[in-house]
């Protein structure tokens, strides 16, 4: 969801919440493959033929992939909250998070808000 998209349906602390909670749901996922690695790495040690040491390399190589890309997302979407949440506090009245959406750009980034307590405008770009 883009941050115009955001602010428009939910308004920004809701989406700001919303993209904590994505992050961290791919960090927990990273947690999990981190097991499934460390599992399939000790079933190594008892195996005896080729093909369950395929087997296992095989997982061990799957998850470390999705536990990569797990963590490069969480990295992804937390920075991306963080940025928009610096950019959220009005330079007027210093309210945060308290805006209301006028325009944006035809990707949803680049957005002109408006402070709903002074009604001061300026733009967040994430």
């Keep these: ?3 115009a998209e955001g602010i428009r349906r939910h308004g920004f602390r809701k989406w ?3 993209q904590l909670l994505k992050s961290h749901a791919h960090l927990v996922f990273t947690f999990l493959c981190l097991v499934g690695v460390f599992a399939a790495l000790e079933s190594m040690r008892g195996t005896l033929g080729w093909s369950e040491r395929v087997e ?3 997982t061990t190589v799957l998850c470390a992939a ?3 890309w797990a963590l490069r997302r969480y990295l992804q979407l937390l920075q991306r909250a963080e940025l928009a949440a610096h950019q959220a506090e009005c330079p007027q009245c210093k309210a945060y998070g308290r805006l ?3 325009q944006s750009d035809a990707t949803g980034e680049r957005v002109t808000v408006r402070c709903r307590g002074c009604s001061h405008g300026w733009r967040m770009e994430i």
Aim: charged share 20%; proline share 0%.
């Design 1 to 3: 969801m883009t941050l």
């Design 16 to 18: 700001y919440e919303r």
């Design 56 to 58: 296992a390399i095989g």
């Design 66 to 68: 999705a536990g990569v």
């Design 100 to 102: 209301d959406l006028l």
